[in-house]
């Protein structure tokens, strides 16, 4: 017997095809129950095509869903114990918010004093209780959100779909679901499968991150991992700013040379190589400040500077052409005169350095050659 406990969601070698469109493509990926997972991608990466998958509303072309260890494709949608909640929020208008949660109950046929308590439980749940007997048009998008949610849960599914949920929601309000959602996630234990393309959302939310693009799942793991060691060139550059950089490797890829400039990698990488670098990570100092140690730097020319509150984001550029971004906290010694033209030294530890299999261009080196 395996030890490990069934993945609540288990997804083996699935394929979608629409005609010529490939929508999703040979998708492995189990699920564990409890979990928080997020499916991150641009728009028309084969997010909801999963999840429409899953919930039943369509069927793989090839492959199998299974949930708990059970092929489910003779299930139809009601009885796959799975809660969804869309971005437009699809609540029937001339039903109450306690009618609108009432309704999966009334159509799996849960009598009607059950069906009361489990509605009352449910609004609860999203903090509603009071307003059970409000018509849609009466409630704000953020309540509305809510009954969806609790129409969602009232059936008690084992997994909560959520397809772009928060992205009607205006900013303030979409953090204060968020937390909203991982406290309900906690009180229940269901498993979520929460859809997105934002990056911020998925990275505060999610247990792990699945990176979608073109129909295939490119990464899947927590979100520090994503962040720190990306899979690829892609997945970089979607989660959060970063600098791509071509970089010469020596001593067959203990290291890189970049603008002259030497630095040893803690581990070896296999040549070729690109490396990431996050902004947070460089340090900059005025060209002439004293460098006793002959510590790794490179020099650069600050190009754009903008100001982002905390201090300013400033985009440079190294002499072969490449672009390289960094943050110049508040109080830092160069605040006091940025300038477009300004020649500096970067540097950055070996160790907040991400590699990557080198691609023949990177958007990031086109951009810099194109300055
Ligand atoms: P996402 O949710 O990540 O934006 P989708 O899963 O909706 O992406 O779509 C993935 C791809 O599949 C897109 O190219 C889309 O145009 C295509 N697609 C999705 N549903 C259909 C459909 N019913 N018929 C034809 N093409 C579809
Ligand atoms: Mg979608």
């Not at 369509?58 to 799975?82: A, E, W």
């Not at 929020?89 to 059950?114: I, Q, W």
């Amino acid at each position: 017997m395996n030890d490990e406990p069934l993945a609540a969601v288990s997804f083996q070698g699935v394929t979608r095809r629409y005609g010529s469109v490939t929508a999703v493509r040979d998708i492995d990926l189990d699920i564990a129950p409890g979990e928080f997972f997020a499916l991150l991608g641009p728009s028309g990466s084969g997010k909801t095509t999963l999840l429409m998958l899953l919930a039943g509303f369509d069927q793989p072309s090839d492959g199998q869903v299974l949930m708990s260890g059970t092929p489910i494709s003779d299930f139809p949608p009601h009885r796959r114990r799975i809660g969804v909640v869309f971005q437009n929020y699809a609540l029937f208008p001339h039903m109450t918010a306690a009618e609108n949660v009432a309704y999966p109950l009334k159509m799996r046929g849960v009598p009607r004093d059950e069906r009361d308590n489990r509605v009352n439980a449910a609004l609860g749940i999203v903090s509603l209780s009071d307003r059970g007997a409000s018509y849609p048009s009466q409630l704000s998008g953020g309540q509305q959100q809510r009954v969806a949610l609790a129409r969602a849960l009232v059936f008690g599914p084992d997994v909560l779909l959520m397809d772009e949920p928060l992205g009607a929601l205006d900013r303030r309000l979409r953090d204060q679901m968020q937390i909203e959602l991982k406290r309900i996630q906690h009180e229940l234990g269901v498993t979520v499968i929460y859809v997105t393309h934002d990056q911020s959302e998925a990275m505060a939310m999610a247990d792990r991150v699945g990176v979608m693009s073109g129909g295939e799942l490119l990464q899947v793991a927590d979100p520090e991992t994503i962040y720190a060691e990306p899979a690829n060139h892609f997945v970089a550059r979607f989660i959060g700013e970063c600098s791509i950089l071509r970089v010469a490797s020596f001593d067959g890829g203990k290291g890189y040379e970049i603008s002259g400039a030497r630095q040893l990698l803690p581990t070896p990488s296999t040549a070729p190589f690109d490396i990431v670098v996050r902004p947070e990570n460089v340090a900059l100092r005025s060209i002439e400040s004293s460098n006793p140690s002959g510590q790794f730097g490179i020099p650069v020319t600050i190009r754009e500077i903008t100001y982002v509150g905390s201090g300013w984001r400033v985009s440079t550029e190294l002499d072969d052409g490449q672009s390289l971004l960094a943050n110049i906290p508040r109080g830092h010694d160069l605040a006091g005169n940025l300038a477009d033209g300004l020649n500096v030294i970067a540097t950055w530890d070996p160790t907040s350095v991400a590699i990557l299999p080198a691609e023949e261009t990177t958007e990031a080196n086109q951009q810099g050659e194109k300055k």
